[in-house]
């Protein structure tokens, strides 16, 4: 669905609206509900762009892996040897708060030829509720404390659980942030079987793909080098590029 879309679809709604509020009050209260179920779904799914333009392909014939939330002290260096025995590189959002006492792992990603962004500081669940003043302190310190170590990291933001609002959105523009999206999204944090998640990947994945994984979980480095493989034996490769 593109933007205008979306807006040509809130057009017509809004004529229904204003057709059925003429006939009783009763409709001005679902046209209200109806709104804000509209924006509130909007908000969840940032591949439409509604509130915050974000980039979802990597160049032709290559597979963008990225990995959020880190850095995880135990895996994200697994993952990082995994990756550098196969010459791929990938992506990483940091949160802000976990930066702190990780600061070598976090120059190692970065010395090893792999983009860096930052995902909030907090990464918290509410984020999406919170005030233009409260989210943009929160987002901007999230990529200060990327900066600090890595000062030529760049401007990449992902929005934590990929929720976008008009909030989020001024706090990007404020901070001068470019919002990643993903073009697959693994389920990482909630699936339990590696084989299975396995086969959904390969099935899914093809060229100019952002995967979407994490690296604080166990089963998304189980399943990393099979999935390096996999990919290398189509002939995709695996480097850290944004079209
Ligand atoms: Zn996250």
Known sequence: MSKSQVVFGIAILAAIAIVMTSVSNYYLIAWGFSVSFFLFGMSMFLRLQFFVE???????????????????????????DILKKHDATAMFFLIGKKVKGHEVLVRRIHE?????GSHSYSHDPKIGLWSKTRVTTDIG????????????????????????NPN????????????IGWSVRSFDTVKKDPKKLL??????????????LH????????????????????N???????N
């Open 168 to 179: 989020i959105a001024s706090a990007l523009k404020k901070c001068g942030l470019n919002s």
């Open 54 to 80: 974000s980039t979802f392909r990597t160049t032709e014939n290559n597979v963008l892996l990225s990995f959020d939330d880190g850095p995880d002290p135990v895996n994200t260096p697994i993952v990082l």
């Open 141 to 164: 310190k999230g990529h200060e404390e990327l900066l600090k170590l890595v000062p030529n990291a760049g401007n990449w933001f992902r929005p934590p659980f990929g929720v976008t």
């Open 199 to 212: 086969e959904m990947l390969i099935q899914e994945i093809k060229g100019s793909d952002i995967v979407l």
């Open 112 to 116: 090893e030829g792999h983009l860096l």
């Open 215 to 234: 690296d604080t979980q166990d089963l998304t480095v189980s399943l990393l080098e099979p999935l390096i493989l996999e990919l290398k034996g189509r």
């Open 236 to 242: 995709l490769t695996l480097k850290a590029e944004l």
